[in-house]
């Protein structure tokens, strides 16, 4: 294969802390190596091996139904295209949240198994435990707070946080915890965007928006919502949509069945052919009056 001398230096964990109130952080999610392929492509610096692949690719209701066992796979097969931009494992829900043992051990897997530069967990102060221990073990470290999906139930549904003065200030100080155990970067979703502004303003590293207005340190956003990908389902506000891949996808495959039905696929240039002296010898056999004549013309070959 050829050098890809446009290639970028890969993206560390560092690289991504370095970046807080500079050039902003384009952050994107991906669940396999195709999707992986586009992202790196556009220029991502981060790809997000969410678990959201349980609901734009697994077709779940929610992220509560993935393992550590489905995002290693999908993190692989991400980290086969070897992408410049810093994978970031996905933490499954109950993979970091009964000790700190077995987040080391599930993060370990991500990380060994999966090709992950870092992973990222949900939640504060009550996941700190874990999230040291994480670190403890030299793997990089995201936070995620805010709306929160894997809390789906305990939230009583996807609401934005943090907007009640209270319940903002109690953000700001996870944020500002999970800064001093060491984490590199902190995804804030669904939190108004002057909440998202005085974390962004407290902490040394950058935030990652998505729902969270324009002042974090960057934005991430799901590849299938981006793209237009999805299988049609409700759509957040604080998505925008740049393409409509699966309309794209669907003429395609329409004009795919119409050719076969009207016979113009496969074309001439579309279809193998054998070499002239075979197709005879093979027209002979397939006749068995010419069973002889076969014999005698395989008998002579070159
Ligand atoms: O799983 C995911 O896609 C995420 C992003 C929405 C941040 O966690």
């Not at 393992?67 to 499954?92: F, N, Q, W, Y």
């Not at 789906?152 to 944020?175: F, W």
């Not at 590849?223 to 957040?236: C, M, N, S, W």
Request: hydrophobic letters at 45%; charged letters at 20%; glycine letters at 8%.
């Amino acid at each position: 294969m050829m050098a890809d001398s446009n290639r970028r230096k890969p993206m560390t964990a560092p690289m991504v802390a370095a970046r807080k109130g500079g050039q902003k952080l384009r952050m994107i999610t991906a669940y396999d190596a195709p999707t992986a392929h586009i992202a790196d492509r556009a220029g991502a610096d981060i790809i997000l091996v969410g678990d959201s692949v349980a609901n734009v690719v697994l077709g779940h209701d929610d992220t509560l139904a993935v393992s550590v066992e489905v995002m290693v796979h999908h993190t692989a097969a991400v980290a086969r295209a070897k992408p410049s931009a810093l994978i970031v494992g996905d933490m499954p829900w109950l993979s970091y949240h009964t000790s700190p043992q077995d987040t080391v051990a599930n993060a370990g897997m991500l990380v060994r198994d999966g090709g992950a530069g870092a992973v990222k967990l949900e939640g504060g102060r009550k996941r700190l435990p874990m999230i040291t221990a994480v670190l403890d073990a030299e793997i990089p470290a995201m936070g995620h707070l805010g709306l929160t999906p894997q809390s789906v139930h305990s939230m009583g549904g996807y609401r934005v946080q943090g907007k009640e003065a209270q319940a903002a200030y109690e953000l700001i100080s996870d944020a500002k915890a999970l800064e001093d155990a060491g984490v590199f970067a902190i995804v804030l979703e669904g939190v108004p965007d002057v909440v998202a502004q005085l974390v962004t303003d407290e902490i040394t590293i950058p935030t990652i928006g998505i729902g969270a207005g324009t002042h974090c340190d960057g934005q991430v956003l799901v590849f299938h919502d981006v793209t237009g990908l999805g299988a049609g389902e409700y759509l957040p506000k604080f998505v925008r949509q740049y393409a409509q891949l699966a309309d794209d996808a669907v003429a395609a495959i329409e004009s795919f069945f119409a050719d076969i039905e009207s016979g113009a696929f496969p074309s001439e240039e579309e279809t193998y052919h054998m070499p002239a002296e075979s197709e005879a010898i093979l027209h002979k056999l397939s006749n068995p009056s010419d069973h002889f004549l076969a014999d005698e013309a395989m008998e002579h070959r070159p």
